[in-house]
């Protein structure tokens, strides 16, 4: 029997530092529809799903940290007292939720880690928040810090904003934290306030095509994103001084205010104010049942993506029309931040091993690319195991 990541990770933790930790799980997420959303304060459809970071971790003595990252057989160690950014990227993930609770002033003490799991990395899952998202939940725990859910999910989005750099919205994380089985979650971002929506489609799979293409750009193109977005803000608000944001723009206040300059900043807010309309109507057509019209919206969805907020590239394309073409496909879509990564789709289960046959032919022969295909189902958030 192949032996569970929970107990890789256990058995790891108790050969390298003697002791018995305990085990924390946190998802990875997909997002139905409503992407860049998030920092626009607009409204997400995100999932946490059945694949996940382990977490095997317990209190030391002193004031050392010391982390294992399993999966890449690398070890980092620091402490409470000195600690910077690393040159390595996975460390900063753990240490930038560290950073954040000492900022707010909880008392931490050292401790072991080690952590192995089965999100893909790179793919548009969130590895990072997952990861994130683990540590926070584990040291609350250890720690006894009486952190609250949201609380968790914010401390990991800050710990991405500022101790890796990477200005994100809250949606990865609070997908993680907040995931419940069988159902997706409408946030608004600007209230945080949240529904859950059941999702338990019976003869439906999701699938993700994942094109492989790693999303090395995302980082630094997702910022300049971010930084559109609010340059478009500055320029609507000197004809409606009462618009904060983006949510609060209506598609005739920026094509009034932002169609005669520059067109990139126009094509980026147009996209971000119709897919906030684009996820209110899809999720209209969602609690009706009617998934064929939620698919049509995905595959706008793309679309704007592709065209307006340039952040697909031509492998996702590619994917994104090969499943435009198969009517068994109900809906597809980029996912995540984009450059590389995934196609998220809704896939009738009869014909979903014939359709995966299909595409990953399509790709190697046209693109002479490999891809990988993952089916994954809705589960809980970060939880103890
Ligand atoms: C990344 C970010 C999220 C969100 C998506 C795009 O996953 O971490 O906050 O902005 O991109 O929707």
Not at 216 to 229: D, F, G, I, K, M
Not at 341 to 370: D, F, M, P, S
Request: charged share 20%; net charge negative.
């Amino acid at each position: 029997m192949i032996k569970s990541l929970k107990n890789t990770v256990e058995d790891t933790f108790i050969e390298k530092f003697n002791t018995k930790p305990i085990v924390v799980c946190s998802p990875g997420r997909i997002n139905l529809i409503g992407e860049h959303t998030d920092y626009n304060m607009g409204f997400v459809l995100p999932a946490a799903i059945d694949k996940a970071m382990y977490m095997a971790i317990a209190k030391r003595n002193d004031d050392t940290i010391n982390l294992f990252a399993l999966d890449l057989n690398d070890s980092f160690s620091t402490t409470i007292s000195n600690y910077t950014q690393s040159d390595k990227e996975w460390p900063n993930y753990m240490i930038g939720v560290v950073d954040e609770l000492l900022k707010m002033g909880k008392k931490l003490g050292g401790f072991n880690a080690v952590f192995a799991g089965d999100v893909p990395l790179g793919a548009g899952l969130s590895s990072s928040a997952a990861l994130e998202c683990a540590t926070v939940f584990a040291l609350d725990n250890i720690f006894n810090l009486g952190l609250s859910q949201l609380q968790m999910a914010q401390i990991a989005q800050m710990a991405e904003r500022e101790f890796v750099g990477v200005k994100c919205g809250i949606m990865d994380q609070f997908a993680s934290v907040f995931g419940k089985k069988n159902h997706v979650i409408k946030l608004d971002c600007r209230s945080l306030a949240y529904e859950y929506v059941p999702f338990n489609l019976a003869g439906i799979k999701i699938v993700l095509f994942d094109s492989m293409v790693k999303h090395s750009l995302a980082s630094s193109e997702y910022n300049v994103r971010s930084q559109q977005c609010q340059q478009g803000v500055v320029l609507i608000q000197q004809k409606y001084p009462e618009v904060n944001t983006l949510r609060d723009a209506t598609i005739q206040m920026v094509d009034e205010c932002l169609s005669q300059g520059d067109i990139k900043i126009y094509n980026r807010c147009k996209f971000v104010v119709e897919e906030i309309t684009r996820l209110q109507a899809a999720c209209q057509y969602l609690t009706a049942g009617n998934l064929a019209a939620f698919g049509q919206q995905m595959y706008q969805t793309h679309q704007g993506l592709s065209q307006l907020y340039e952040v697909s590239c031509p492998e996702l394309d590619f994917i994104a029309s090969c499943a435009q073409q198969e009517t068994d496909i109900l809906g597809a879509r980029m996912m995540g931040g984009g450059f590389g990564g995934c196609i998220i789709a809704l896939v009738n289960e009869h014909a979903t091993t014939q359709i995966i046959e299909r595409i990953k032919n399509a790709y190697h022969t046209q693109l002479g690319k490999q891809m990988k295909v993952y089916e994954v189902n809705i589960e809980n958030g970060t939880r103890l195991v």
